[in-house]
């Protein structure tokens, strides 16, 4: 998720725009361990076998407004397929910014008090930018569990291809969530590329319905440029059982 993001405020900072967002098409939840929303950054874990979830979101920018959904199901067992898309309002008008696919898979799920590892891929499209410009990106989830997963640190490290600007970009991400008490959770995290300086993210999140209903608040900016583009977003999550068998 953290390609996302790095990817749509290149793009911004080049058009002079003062919106910043938080995709997290690559936050999927599951019961227990997860890098879920409000986290930019990705986890070693999938949605359920033959599940499916939906995240949505509105997110405040200085300038701006955005409005989040994010379905995501897995068909398979270990294959998580994401397609979702953003519309944004400002200057009086409402258009859609982005759109997102993605596969996701694992090649260590994570385990209480182990670790996991897995791959995501994707393409962002920009069908505001001139000639709809298109990403492309991939990247290497990491998970850690600690103290029974009163603790989860996640690391992602990946590529990116802007494909406006035409160049390739390293991606990076450092998180950590740490749960207060039984559905109530804390988040921090920092991310960003290989040029410029990095985003940071605090955000708690609670669940409803245990691992069924889920809502969220975060809080952003980017180091070093004071608070030009800050961010605040409330966010809620949806899981169904297993609806494929």
């Given at each position: ?36 929303r ?27 407004t ?44 994570l ?24 990403d ?44 207060l ?39 952003g ?25």
């Amino acid at each position: 998720m953290f390609s996302q993001f790095a990817s749509h405020v290149g793009h911004v900072a080049r058009h002079g725009a003062l919106r910043v967002v938080g995709v997290c098409i690559a936050a999927f939840v599951v019961s227990q361990a997860q890098a879920a929303r409000p986290m930019a950054i990705d986890d070693a874990d999938l949605v359920d076998a033959q599940a499916c979830q939906l995240e949505s979101w509105v997110q405040a920018n200085r300038g701006s407004t955005e409005f989040w959904a994010q379905p995501a199901c897995n068909f398979t067992g270990n294959v998580e397929w994401a397609l979702g898309g953003a519309v944004t309002r400002d200057e009086g008008r409402a258009r859609t910014t982005d759109l997102v696919l993605q596969g996701k898979t694992l090649f260590k799920p994570l385990e209480r008090n182990g670790w996991g590892v897995g791959l995501a891929a994707g393409t962002v499209h920009h069908p505001q930018l001139d000639k709809g410009a298109r990403d492309w990106y991939a990247h290497v989830p990491a998970s850690f569990s600690f103290h029974d997963d009163a603790l989860i640190v996640h690391a992602n490290l990946g590529w990116q291809r802007d494909g406006q600007a035409r160049r390739h970009e390293m991606t990076w991400g450092l998180g950590a969530q740490v749960q207060l008490y039984e559905g109530l959770s804390l988040t921090a995290e920092t991310f960003g590329q290989n040029r410029g300086e990095p985003y940071y993210q605090f955000g708690i999140s609670y669940w409803l319905v245990p691992d069924r209903l889920q809502v969220d608040a975060s809080y952003g900016d980017r180091t070093g440029r004071g608070a030009r583009e800050r961010w605040l977003s409330f966010g809620l999550v949806i899981l169904t059982d297993p609806l494929f068998r």
